[in-house]
Structures are given as structure tokens and as C-alpha cells.
């Protein structure tokens, strides 16, 4: 089992930007994915993006291309999510998960992901 701790999160206005750093340790691995979701209150868990470890491969959902950039850095075993131009709507707990014996496509839903962070919040003001 791999732990995960989130930080970097914090209250920023509207077109801000946070850096949001996942730091890993326990039975880590080099292959599979790590990914970010976010869940704002009463919502569902929703898939922000994701990076595959073997290929470098990355994911992110159609609301958030061209502005969220997410990275691993393997000196720090930490993987990041870069969050520019940040909307009010997008306010929620942001979650790091892992999914290390998953081979093939990325998934972008949760229940495909076995380590959970305890989540950072993001805040955004209008």
C-alpha cells in the first residue's frame, strides 16, 4: 500500500493560481497511475487529470486543459498539479489517488483508484 499527503492548497481569487504537491512513500512503483480528483459539498468525486508513471503519459478533463498541469517529480517522489486561471466553481477538496497495478488505459473514475490522500481544499473567491 502507498500513502499519499496532499498539500498546497489555500484561498486564491478568481484567475489565480495554486500548486498542489501529492508526496507518496510506502510500496511505491513504476508503472501504473497517479491522478487528481476534486469534490466540491454535495457533489460527486470528479477526475481532474492523471499521469501515467511507466510513459509519462497525461490526462486531464476537458474543463481544465490548457490550464492545470500535472507533473511528477521522481527526486521528491512527489507528483503536482499546477492549477492556473482557477474559476469560483471549481472550489472543492482536491484528492491525490494512486492506482499502481493498473496496466492499459487510465481510468477517470474513482473506484479504480485504491490509495487516497486525506485531501487539500481549494478555495476560490469571485
Known amino acids: 500500500q502507498v500513502q499519499l499527503v496532499e498539500s498546497g492548497g489555500g484561498l486564491v481569487q478568481a484567475g489565480g493560481s495554486l500548486r498542489l504537491s501529492c508526496t507518496f512513500s510506502?510500496?511505491?512503483?513504476?508503472?501504473?497511475?497517479m491522478a487528481w480528483f476534486r469534490q466540491a459539498p454535495g457533489k460527486e468525486r470528479d477526475f481532474v487529470s492523471a499521469?501515467?508513471?511507466?510513459?509519462?503519459?497525461?490526462y486531464y478533463a476537458d474543463s481544465v486543459k490548457g490550464r492545470f498541469t500535472i507533473s511528477r517529480d521522481n527526486a521528491k517522489n512527489t507528483v503536482n498539479l499546477q492549477l492556473n486561471s482557477l474559476r469560483p466553481e471549481e472550489t472543492a477538496v482536491y484528492y491525490c489517488?494512486?492506482?499502481?497495478?493498473?496496466?492499459?488505459?487510465?481510468?477517470?473514475?474513482?473506484?479504480?483508484?485504491?490509495?487516497w490522500g486525506q485531501g487539500t481544499q481549494v478555495t476560490v473567491s469571485s
Open positions: 499521469l501515467n508513471l511507466s510513459g509519462q503519459s497525461t
Open positions: 510506502g510500496r511505491t512503483s513504476s508503472s501504473g497511475y
Open positions: 489517488a494512486a492506482a499502481l497495478r493498473r496496466i492499459g488505459m487510465v481510468s477517470r473514475a474513482p473506484d479504480d483508484y485504491d490509495s
